[in-house]
């Protein structure tokens, strides 16, 4: 069977985005030399966004194998947002939607404006999103981005709840975690699920108390010509392939009797 690279890794595929321009995981350091190889080679992967904290970096540390091929290791810390939220042992969906909202709307002043100003200057090539697990801080990011570029809200909802196969069967990649805070591994596995329910939720709430996305987004001082730039990069059409050349077809055989033109 085929592994997916990484942790929690895949490529959004959605109406209205641009395909191969976004990218999505978990855990950067998760990433093989090879994988890497593997992602620059058949996508042109050329910038990663590394939503986690100055803290999770230096626990976890940088994404060495994505360094090895010359990827772009841009800093956009989103951080700074309440987590007593989904404190439980086995948060529901109602702690879910407030921890999404917390990390849209409670996240360190200038995180989002910061995020928006290197999207700008990174999105017309293949970049990847990540955060430690790639379903929270990603999943608020990629979801903005999707609607952004005019996907519908089930079809960002799916995406979101997409990678959770994944993310569980490489669960014990984050055991440390769960030691450290006392959980048990199926307490801590119930925390990786991802439901589109969840998503939707979030969705309708950013809907109803902010009237769009990119309102939410505006009120963060998140720039308008940043938001325009990253829209027009994320909705931009994949170059059309060079056509290929129509060999001549041969002409028929020549005559012996005639005469090449201009000569006598």
Avoid at 72 to 82: E, V
Wanted: hydrophobic residues 40%; aromatic residues 6%; contains cysteine.
């Amino acid at each position: 069977m085929f592994a997916a690279p990484g942790i929690n890794y895949r490529m959004p595929r959605v109406s209205g985005l641009r395909p191969g321009i976004l990218h999505r995981s978990g855990d950067l350091t998760a990433f093989t030399a090879d994988e890497a190889g593997a992602l620059v080679a058949e996508h042109g992967l050329a910038s990663v966004l590394d939503l986690r904290s100055d803290s999770e970096v230096a626990r976890y540390g940088p994404p060495s194998g994505l360094f090895a091929h010359g990827v772009r290791w841009l800093r956009t810390p989103l951080t700074g947002y309440p987590r007593d939220t989904i404190a439980a042992r086995r948060p529901g969906i109602a702690d879910r939607t407030r921890y999404l909202h917390g990390i849209l709307t409670e996240a360190t002043p200038g995180s989002w404006p910061l995020l928006f100003r290197e999207l700008a200057g990174a999105a017309d090539r293949p970049f990847l999103l990540s955060c430690h697990f790639g379903k929270d801080r990603t999943g608020v990011v990629v979801a903005a981005l999707l609607a952004l570029a005019g996907a519908p809200p089930h079809e960002i909802a799916a995406d979101y709840a997409a990678g959770m196969t994944d993310l569980v069967a490489k669960a014990d990649r984050f055991k440390d975690k769960w030691l450290r805070r006392g959980h048990t591994r199926e307490e801590y596995l119930s925390r990786l699920r991802t439901s589109p329910v969840t998503m939707a939720r979030w969705l309708t709430e950013v809907t109803e108390r902010h009237n769009s996305i990119q309102d939410a987004l505006l009120a963060l001082d998140v720039a308008a010509n940043d938001l325009a730039q990253v829209r027009g990069l994320l909705t931009a059409p994949a170059p059309a392939p060079a056509p290929t050349p129509t060999p001549a077809r041969p002409g028929p055989p020549a005559d012996p009797g005639d005469v090449p033109e201009g000569r006598p």
